[in-house]
């Protein structure tokens, strides 16, 4: 397969066709989605919880992004790469944030990097973009900022916030941003910001009506099970694979069963009497 363009990704909206985008943080999982056939593919901050253990994703440095997107880089050689812009990157002006938007490009081989809305942040967008890099847009549900808005749920559910929300879309598309993920909002809400931007959406919760989806790929192969999302359909349930593995690993070490022969490289015996007869020299 032919690698994904900004240009199919643009084509795909204009064609009515459905888009996928899935998270990965290393090489084998970035390889795996890739050759799966995933038009994007998000080293999202996501990796700050899922990974790194952490609590939320606002302490995830630009550092530790930018390791796990080099990672991923490595595995993926057609999906789009789009590196998720930590929220500490964010925080001290435009010149930061084109700085480190151009560490994604430049160090890790991103393609495009995502900004989550904040007040403030179209200003941001616009640099970075002016800077000839792309950036995806994020509206509804921010994590980055979840804890300062009540915790995680559904955003838009009154009139005066879904108009909030769809503004803040209509915004990031106005300074350049070529897609936009739009996180836990109402499926009413999702469709009509989808029929109103040119460019095009990625759900997440939010129903089928955007012109593409996003998972958490350890949520949707059951790797990550700390919480589950309502929203989150399982595919595999790899964490009870991989339990079940180790687990048979650990019983057969104690019982003597592995390794076996099979596993075992033999010495051939005039080999083994010459070493003795060498140590037995010393």
Do not use: N
Not at 34 to 53: H, Q
Not at 159 to 169: D, V
């Amino acid at each position: 397969m032919s690698r994904v363009t900004m240009a199919d990704v643009a084509q795909r909206k204009a064609s009515g066709g459905r888009l996928t985008m899935l998270t990965a943080y290393d090489y084998p999982m970035g390889k795996l989605v890739d050759e799966a056939g995933v038009d994007l593919v998000l080293v999202g901050d996501s990796l700050g919880m899922v990974v790194l253990g952490y609590d939320s994703t606002t302490p995830v440095t630009l550092d530790e992004m930018l390791h796990h997107a080099k990672a991923v880089r490595r595995g993926v050689t057609r999906a789009l790469l789009v590196g998720d812009m930590p929220f500490l990157s964010l925080r001290s002006g435009s010149d930061v944030a084109v700085q480190s938007a151009a560490r994604f490009v430049q160090e890790a081989g991103c393609d495009a990097v995502k900004l989550e809305w904040k007040p403030g942040i179209e200003d941001l967008a616009k640099a970075i973009i002016d800077a000839g890099i792309p950036v995806m847009g994020h509206v509804g549900l921010t994590p980055q900022t979840a804890s300062s808005e009540g915790g995680f749920g559904i955003r838009g559910k009154d009139a005066a916030s879904a108009e909030r929300i769809l503004g803040q879309a209509l915004a990031l598309e106005e300074v350049g941003c070529f897609a936009m993920v739009v996180e836990c909002v109402p499926d009413a809400l999702a469709r009509e910001i989808t029929e109103r931007l040119r460019i095009p959406t990625f759900g997440i919760g939010s129903g089928p009506g955007c012109d593409g989806q996003v998972l958490v790929t350890y949520d949707l192969i059951g790797l990550f099970e700390r919480f589950r999302p309502r929203f989150v359909k399982r595919y595999a349930e790899v964490a009870r694979v991989i339990r079940e593995a180790a687990t048979a690993y650990v019983r057969e070490v104690h019982a003597g069963a592995f390794p076996g022969p099979e596993h075992t490289v033999a010495m051939a015996p005039e080999e083994l009497q010459k070493l003795r007869e060498e140590l037995g020299s010393r």
